[in-house]
T-cell receptor, first 116, second 113 residues
Framework: ETGVTQTPRHLVMGMTNKKSLKCEQH?????MYWYKQSAKKPLELMFV???????ENNSVPSRFSPECPNSSHLFLHLHTLQPEDSALYLC???????????????FGEGSRLTVL | QQQVKQSPQSLIVQKGGISIINCAYE??????FPWYQQFPGKGPALLIA?????SEKKEGRFTISFNKSAKQFSLHIMDSQPGDSATYFC????????????FGKGTHLIIQP
């Protein structure tokens, strides 16, 4: 148990569906992240939120839409995805806050997404 | 250049042997080098990390060796055990924060009993 919980663990959706991934952290952290993990590729940072404010968006297609209502919750809204978007989507948190950040990411177990 | 190059892609080591995974980087601004361990069905977890003011850091059976001039760092697992079988990712970042990490592609390590 890392203190970061992701739901659902598995999701199958068609290209015209709309779905959402949810992440919750119980660590009191101030920064939350979405990463994409594909086979034989580096972990790809998608979005970063610090104190609920989006601080990074790594040229992610608009069919992925993040939402961070508070420092403990993070969502990834999905719509009109492509088969190449099939991957493991990992949520992570860190202490955040600039120099107070220790640099350690705490990952959830991921949501395995399959786009048909 | 933000890339971190990791090798080998996969590695098989006999129980009790030494596992060595290497990473190289180009960006001289990197000043934080963590290694993450990921078991099947789990998210990555921080294993050990080093900053460039030291050339080596050891925690139990795990050691990071860092060569600043060569822009390379490596993970050594001594007395490798079957429970060490996992995927290992190196990463590099600046400023010590977690939001600027660049990850390698990962090494799938299998320790044979």
């Amino acid at each position: 148990e890392t203190g970061v919980t992701q739901t659902p663990r598995h999701l199958v959706m068609g290209m015209t569906n709309k779905k959402s991934l949810k992440c919750e952290q119980h660590l009191g952290h101030n920064a939350m992240y979405w990463y994409k993990q594909s086979a034989k590729k580096p972990l790809e940072l998608m979005f970063v939120y610090n104190f609920k404010e989006q601080t990074e968006n790594n040229s992610v297609p608009s069919r992925f839409s993040p939402e961070c209502p508070n420092s403990s919750h993070l969502f990834l809204h999905l719509h009109t995805l492509q088969p190449e978007d099939s991957a493991l989507y990992l949520c992570a948190s860190s202490r955040g806050g600039g120099t107070r950040d220790t640099g350690e990411l705490f990952f959830g177990e991921g949501s395995r997404l399959t786009v048909l | 250049q933000q890339q971190v190059k990791q090798s080998p892609q996969s590695l098989i080591v006999q129980k009790g042997g030494i596992s060595i995974i290497n990473c190289a980087y180009e960006n001289t601004a990197f000043d934080y080098f963590p290694w993450y361990q990921q078991f099947p069905g789990k998210g990555p977890a921080l294993l050990i990390a080093i900053r460039p003011d030291v050339s080596e850091k050891k925690e139990g059976r795990f050691t990071i060796s860092f060569n600043k001039s060569a822009k390379q760092f490596s993970l050594h697992i001594m007395d490798s055990q079957p429970g060490d079988s996992a995927t290992y990712f190196c990463a590099a970042g600046t400023g010590g924060g977690a939001d600027g990490l660049t990850f390698g592609k990962g090494t799938h390590l299998i320790i044979q009993p």
